[in-house]
């Protein structure tokens, strides 16, 4: 059973940064795509950024272009999403999610492992 642990959720101003930690200590595959999505109150889940973890290629939503960056951290065996500037319409649950293969940009095929979604909220 692969496991997604998340990590970072937490209540930030607006203007300010957070990272977010992704890490799926069970996968074997070196070969995977790991997605970042975000689900504001009442709206749908959308994908914002993705990751090869094999070659650390990676993409982001032309949404959060300039403000959302994801890396690999080779040392700490993670997936970082890093955001700033923070406004609160970027508030929401953040999910880690992870499929075998490539990524592309692209958000199907599905993504078949999920983390819990830690919140985070812009607010003053």
């Known amino acids: 059973q692969v496991q997604v642990v998340q990590s970072g959720g937490e209540t930030v101003q607006p203007g300010g940064a957070l990272t977010v930690s992704c890490e799926i200590p069970g996968y074997t595959e070196y070969e995977y795509c790991v997605g970042w999505f975000r689900q504001a109150r009442g709206k749908e889940r959308e994908g914002v950024a993705q990751?090869?973890?094999?070659?650390?290629?990676?993409y982001t939503e032309t949404s959060v272009k300039g403000r959302f960056t994801v890396h690999r951290d080779d040392e700490a065996n993670l997936v970082r999403l890093h955001m700033t500037p923070l406004q609160p319409a970027a508030s929401g649950a953040y999910f880690c999610?992870?499929?075998?293969?490539?990524?592309?940009?692209?958000?199907?095929?599905?993504?078949?492992?999920w983390g819990q979604g830690p919140q985070v909220t812009v607010s003053s």
């Open positions: 999610a992870a499929r075998p293969g490539v990524c592309g940009g692209t958000w199907s095929p599905r993504f078949a492992y």
């Open positions: 990751l090869h973890f094999g070659s650390a290629i990676n």
